[in-house]
């Protein structure tokens, strides 16, 4: 029950992921918001519905205020949103989570964590996959566009990181989206001149910061104490997949054979590598 429970867990948390991608190409794509007004709107919206966590848990209140956390939060949504203008949903996960993905390994490993034959072989066959997705056919992405992203994956990684030393969820993730409203609203008043947004726009940032950040933030940070870094860092390889596949839904992208072949290599390898019984950490 445990295990069905977590492994419940996990997919949300990875289909919101997906889904803050999805909002994002959708939001700037259509020209609906400038990416510093989304971003903005995004942390400002998820720090709100979280801010109830932080009067619940008075007694841990003081604890939970890392501004590092903050700033890495800032750094991965602001990057996030600049680099999608220029990116495909699928092609902008995959750079996020494979950067995500190199991070939270090396860490994993520095810290002692077990790679065995069957999780090095899972871990490859992911990597793989996710490189299927770039052979020479693919769409290039724009270089500057993919360097943003992958900072924003390596902020995300680090934000990840320092989850999982955190004892309370709800009050961390509240006091981090509090922290990173005000450094993103300085770069959004820094870049006001480009600013631009309608009610589309707006509406899709809120979506995304309440929706699929607020309440997935909150459940990843519960997920990250009984995942070991390279586990965690792996299951985050399904979001381009998912991405992927929310492209052809809702903006209309192909999907084609080795979408669907790199989405298995992906998903296979992420069971290899969740086969470890007990993680070293």
Known sequence: MAK?????????????????????RLALKGGHIDPFSFSSLRLLSG??????????HTRTSLSVWRPLSGFYLMVYAVLFSVA?????????????FGAVQFAMVMYGLFKGESLSVLRASGLMLALA??????????????????????VAGLAWAA??????????????????????????????????????YDAAGISLSLLSGAVASAGAYVLWYTLLPSLASITASTLQLS??????????????????SRM?????AV????????????PTV
């Open 4 to 24: 069905t429970a977590l492994a419940l867990k996990v997919c949300l948390a990875m289909l919101a992921f997906a889904a803050n991608s999805i909002l994002c």
């Open 47 to 56: 720090a709100l519905v979280l801010l109830p966590f932080l009067f619940l």
């Open 84 to 96: 999608y203008i220029h990116l495909d949903t699928g092609a902008g996960a995959l750079l996020l």
């Open 129 to 150: 996959g996710i490189a299927i997705l770039l052979l020479p056919g693919a769409k290039a992405p724009p270089i500057f566009s993919a360097v943003l992203m992958i």
């Open 159 to 196: 934000y990840s990181i320092t989850g999982r030393k955190t004892q309370n969820a709800g009050a961390s993730t509240a006091a981090n989206f509090i922290m990173a409203v005000p450094m993103a609203l300085i770069l959004s008043v820094l870049s006001i001149k480009e600013g631009h």
């Open 239 to 256: 979001v381009p997949c998912l991405a992927m596949l929310g492209g052809v839904v809702f903006l209309g992208e192909s999907l084609t």
């Open 260 to 264: 669907v072949f790199s989405a298995l």
């Open 267 to 278: 998903l296979v390898g992420i069971v290899m590598v969740t086969q470890e019984k007990k």
